[in-house]
């Protein structure tokens, strides 16, 4: 009860530190530390709260202490925290990988990261549709900035046409999205997702409007047919950015997906089937993209789509073991991506290019970067002892529980479509710098020796969530635990929804 | 139903303009868009009430005072929204796959 009063803390310290640190100058130090001493503190504020909510406890504060159904609240459950920890964890190591690359220079480097953190912490802690639709904006507005601090040198123009289609698609979505509200408003009179709690299951209307706000939030989570943006924005920015965007933009559109469909339709198992057959043409179409990419970064932006179709097959199963096993797939995942990307991000920060032909000589120069890869790609494939291996297995044993056979199938296929895309990266990173550069390509093979070692600073950041995963592979149990914990308050949305009206 | 058709109207027109290869035509398109959508959010409220909210106006009478809010914060996002977007669409160099290719395009060197 308590606690809970600390929650808009969340939101609000971010925000006024990105303002404090928006007049420092170009690389002042003070601003770094004022960035990296936050975000370690919102790491922190995340595993308090995940110790806090983990008997299924909900913590809910009445912003501004108005009443209930006038107050617009923040509310933390264990879902809501575990994913406050994640996004923490990745915005700290994200930012000091972007400290130490290209972005960091930028004047604007240190508040944009805290005004997008701000603007995460709030769209997972609102308990309020069109509050949603505001911090989504709060984070995308930052974003924008960021999308065009690539390098000065190169990219510069590449990053503008990537960062024209994100802005134009990001502000479609949330047009439509704001449709949403305005007919859910409309038709329920509320916006507030405790006072919808199983609205949608009642009234034909109200399902009809959520479901434009859920389609507008799918098409943000990158879902099949509307992937392309992501594959083609994302690459375009520094693998900095890169890294950050992938851990937080879609996977709070996913948050939300879970959050309201669980709240407003109550696991309504009528429209199942629609999700199944989406998230499983996503897991398909995201891994075949991959196929026929030749650039590191953009194979990675596929396989994000992919994997997102697994994420989302959690909440369309909506069993207790289903959405369990999606939980712990997109905490997983967002763990793993982000060290993928970082780790082929240093190796494109020192060649000064991301294409798989341009790369020699990786694993002789930097070992430890190669494993924290190699490890990385076996848990994003789902080969044993890494948390990828659990996250899979649950799923695809859920996804048979509940009958469905084919999104079952479709997963173990991905999987194996997934290891051989992984390995056409692995194969650039450990080509031996002699190797087919000899009698036709003279040029290139002069180049390639003058090309640095990664070295250990930029190695640290993928290496250390390369053992995380490791780490949540051995001890599944716990992470397991607490996703489960989390889908039994999605499950019986009653605690959330007596918090929030309190 | 004058709002209904208004909010049409103004659909059609986003969707048209957003259809155009040139990126400024496309920022106008959205304008359009949050236009209809913000006539949307008054829709949600009623408006046959016009009463001022408080002040002790009945009920009955007075105005929803909560879509006005939400149009209110929707037209400052997307005021916020356009203007980057009018700063990509004049950034960048000519020739880039925003330039409509049938007109000759009025200024060949874009100001950065």
Known sequence: MTAAVLLPLLVGLPLGAAGLTAPARAGALWARVVLLVLLGANLLAGIALVVATSGGEVLAEPVGAWPAGIAIPFAADALAALMLTVTGLLALVCAAFGLMTGPGAARLFPPLVLALVGGVNGALLTADLFNLFVFIEVMLLPSYGLLVLARRRQGTMRAVNGTRLYVAFNLFVSTVFLAGVALVYGSAGTVNLGELAGAAQESGTVAAAVGICLAALSMKAAVVPVHGWLARAYPSTSPAVTALFSGLHTKVAIYAIYRIYAVVFDGEARWLWIGVLLFSATMLVGVLGAVGENTMRSILAFHMVSQIGYILLGVALFTPLGLAAGIFYLLHHMIVKASLFLSTGAVEERHGTGELGGIRGVARRDPLLVAAFGVAALSLAGIPPFSGFVAKLTLILAALDAGQVAAAVVAIVVSLLTLLSMIKIWNALVRSPEEDGGPAGGGVAVAAPAVPAVGIRLTLPSLVLAAVTLGLGLGAELLYGLSATAAAGLLDTGGYVEAVLR | ?112
């Open chain 2, 1 to 112: 139903m004058i709002l209904a058709l208004t909010i049409g109207i103004l659909v059609a027109g986003a969707a048209y303009l957003m259809l155009d290869r040139s990126y400024l035509r496309a920022v106008l398109g959205f304008l359009l868009l949050g236009h209809a959508v913000n006539l949307l959010l008054f829709a949600a409220g009623g408006t046959q009430r016009r009463g001022e909210p408080l002040d002790g106006t009945d009920p009955a009478a007075a105005a929803d005072p909560l879509p006005q809010a939400f149009v209110l914060t929707a037209i400052v996002i997307a005021f916020a929204i356009t203007i980057v977007m009018l700063v990509l669409a004049v950034t960048g160099r000519a020739g880039d796959d925003t330039a409509d290719r049938d007109r000759p395009a009025e200024h060949p060197e874009p100001r950065r």
